[in-house]
């Protein structure tokens, strides 16, 4: 046991020592007093790649951002104070979408809480509701480097998850530093071994019998199970729901992937008798209603890890043991006829080029090319995806904050995701209020090299509150409570940020002039203006054809 305090330099080398046997590179750097022994650490090291941002919400979402593209944990290092708590929003999507993601705040002595102490707050287990884990270590307590070593080993590994076991997510290091903070290195002989490599708990599972089966693919985070899951659909003469953050929609065309059942989901004539999930949650309303009101015992998630904020049961599989006896009946002709009708309404009213939100992301998709990645926005435009771009031949790499759905943080997360993706062309698509509620995060882009093109629906304001039911309840100051139109010229926005501005105003200036703006380097705002009373009317119309 050591009978002196940790020298800050020790703790910190030791630390970055343990980050880089994993080979965990990235780390985003928050200006601060009380970080300086690690960010001194991290900056002398040239196996990491650092970025220094001055906000900390904007920060964290953009290290979410890097762990999505990389799929490993990135680091995001605070000073202590607000500076920590800022770093929530992140935390909790991180959480919710299973993405791995390091948290380490600096803190100031455990003995200076509770004493009126300048920026001093109760800072371990800060997040506790939502990181696999978390652990403090005071430089004044008597740990020994290796008791330390082997805690910051289980919380990386708690970070990167097990397959079969716990789902990645965040993870909290609350470290503690003394004064003076720059101090003396002291020589350690301590072996790391990092265990790289995910386990593998599979499970072998044999299939019921069933009739009607129905593959329903919700959100994955990334493409490896696409001819699986294809394979079984073939197998089983089924139908796949595919929703667009499935990586499985904008993959490969396939006649078992169905694409507009949010049209006709409720409305199906053969009930289905056993559901295979994949995935997350579909954002289909009309689908998740189906799901709640399924039976448990006829459903299934497949998953790489244990359920997550599920409630039904899951498995994690290696092979399909049996699918035998099943009967291979008219079932899945059946939708594909509901389904080839809708289609055909659905296109009659794009080929007519009128200029509403479904046709301008239809477009703008049709303009997109193999291996481009898309970051697609909360409220109406990941809605709109789903409604009017089906199932295509091109691989779109697909990225979303679908964890809690928030608008917060998707400017930093999209620029986090194309720094990672520089050799990619990199498209975000978000909505006029997600823009301006994040747009400070375009300082990100001023100080990096990052392309990232950002298409902006512009039609003035949260719109997505007229399509809600309750709506016509609403009679008092709606606009300015609800829908909150904001006054500022996005041209202005990118003055201000010195960031390119563009504007198409029509489905023929985006077929003709969106592909070269895409294939232009640095920050691209482009913005869309649109009037949402059009939309509404054209997609009531498309509904009421179906």
């Not at 409220?379 to 295509?392: A, D, I, M, Q, Y």
């Amino acid at each position: 046991m050591m009978t002196q305090n940790i020298s800050n330099t020790t703790l910190s080398n030791l630390i970055i020592n343990i980050f880089n046997q994993y080979k965990i590179d990235n780390v985003c750097i928050c200006p601060g007093s009380r970080n300086t022994p690690l960010n001194l650490a991290f900056l002398s090291n040239i196996s990491f790649k650092c970025t220094s941002h001055i906000d900390e919400r904007a920060a964290a979402f953009f290290s979410l951002g890097l762990s999505k593209a990389s799929l490993k944990p990135s680091i995001i290092l605070t000073t202590s104070g607000t500076a920590a708590a800022n770093l929530l929003p992140a935390v909790i999507e991180s959480d919710l979408s299973s993405i791995p993601l390091i948290i380490i705040t600096a803190d100031r002595p455990k003995a200076l809480i509770n004493t009126g102490e300048n920026q001093t707050i109760k800072q371990d287990e800060l997040f506790k509701d939502f990181t696999r884990e978390s652990i403090h270590i005071d430089t004044a307590d008597k740990n020994s480097l290796e008791s330390i070593k082997d805690n910051i080993q289980a919380i990386i590994e708690k970070a990167i998850g097990v397959i079969g076991g716990d789902a990645p997510g965040p993870v909290h290091l609350n470290i503690s530093f003394d004064e003076p903070l720059i101090d003396e290195f002291n020589a350690y002989d301590i072996e790391i071994n990092a265990n790289k490599e995910q386990m593998s708990l599979y499970e072998h599972f044999l299939f019921p019998k069933f009739k009607y089966p129905l593959i329903v693919c919700g959100q994955i985070n990334n493409s490896k199970y696409n001819s699986l899951i294809i394979e079984l659909s073939e197998k089983l003469n089924c139908p796949i729901f595919a929703d667009p953050l499935s990586q499985l929609r904008y993959d490969k065309k396939h006649p078992n992937i169905f694409s507009y059942y949010d049209y006709y989901a409720d409305q199906l004539t053969i009930k289905p008798d056993y559901i295979i999930r994949f995935g997350k949650k579909p954002i289909s309303k009309k689908l998740n209603i189906v799901l709640e009101k399924f039976g448990k015992h006829n459903m299934i998630l497949f998953s790489d890890y244990k359920h997550y904020n599920e409630n039904i049961y899951s498995i994690t599989i290696k092979d399909i043991d049996s699918i035998d006896n099943i009967h291979r009946g008219n079932y899945i002709d059946s939708i594909s006829e509901l389904e080839h009708k809708t289609k055909k309404i659905v296109v009659n009213r794009l080929n007519n080029k009128d200029f509403f939100e479904g046709n301008i992301l239809n477009h703008c998709v049709n303009q997109f090319t193999n291996d481009d990645n898309l970051f697609i926005g909360n409220s109406l435009p990941v809605r709109t995806l789903e409604k009017f771009c089906p199932n295509g031949d091109k691989k779109i790499n697909i990225y979303s904050n679908r964890g809690v759905s928030g608008i917060d943080g998707l400017i930093a997360t999209a620029l986090g995701t194309a720094y990672q993706n520089q050799s990619k062309r990199n498209i975000l698509i978000l909505g006029d209020i997600s823009f301006f509620y994040d747009m400070t995060s375009l300082l990100i882009g001023n100080n990096y090299s990052i392309n990232l093109n950002i298409i902006i629906i512009n039609n003035n304001g949260g719109q997505i509150f007229n399509t809600l039911t309750y709506k016509n309840k609403i009679d008092q100051k709606y606009n300015e409570f609800w829908t909150t139109p904001i006054d500022i010229e996005i041209e202005q926005v990118c003055k201000t940020y010195k960031q390119t501005y563009y504007n198409l105003r029509s489905i023929n200036d985006i077929d003709q002039n969106l592909n070269k703006i895409l294939d232009t380097k640095g920050i691209n705002i482009i913005e869309i203006k649109t009037d949402f009373e059009i939309t509404k009317n054209i997609e009531e119309k498309i509904q009421k054809s179906i």
